[in-house]
């Protein structure tokens, strides 16, 4: 895996929600989202090939923050995160129009939470 170029200001947001929360709160975003895929598979796609506004809101509102107001989510650094995560882990078997869960996605809702949140902060902070 390589080392991905986050914005600052993403991760200064990130620290914020964690710091409003006793719980992993990244880890919370993307076991929801994978867990409304699994649940609702097939999910739609934009013309982006990205998870829909439509599904994004859905997770807003759910966990209870707002970053797409009136953008797309390309716009949006960390759902263009979870989806850069998702594809290098290969959560997620993309078609042109829709997404489902893979086996890998599956097996890493099943494990532990601190190995689940190992797994998406190595994307932040790689190994050298």
């Known amino acids: 895996m390589e080392a991905q170029n986050m914005p600052a200001a993403m991760l200064r947001w990130l620290n914020d929600q964690e710091k409003n929360s006793e719980e992993a709160w990244l880890l919370i975003l993307f076991r929801s989202v994978l867990t409304m895929i699994h649940r609702q598979q097939p999910v739609r796609l934009d013309t982006d090939g990205l998870l829909t506004a439509s599904f994004w809101k859905h997770i807003e509102a759910r966990l ?27 959560w997620l078997l993309l078609t ?13 809702l099943s ?11 190595y994307h932040f902070f790689p190994e050298p």
């Open 111 to 121: 494990q532990k939470e601190e190995t689940q949140l190992a797994v998406i902060l």
């Open 96 to 108: 042109s129009e829709h997404a489902c869960l893979t086996e890998e996605g599956e097996r890493f």
């Open 64 to 90: 209870e923050y707002s970053l797409l107001e009136h953008k797309k989510p390309k716009a949006v650094n960390l759902y263009r995160f979870f989806h850069r995560v998702a594809d290098q882990e290969k």
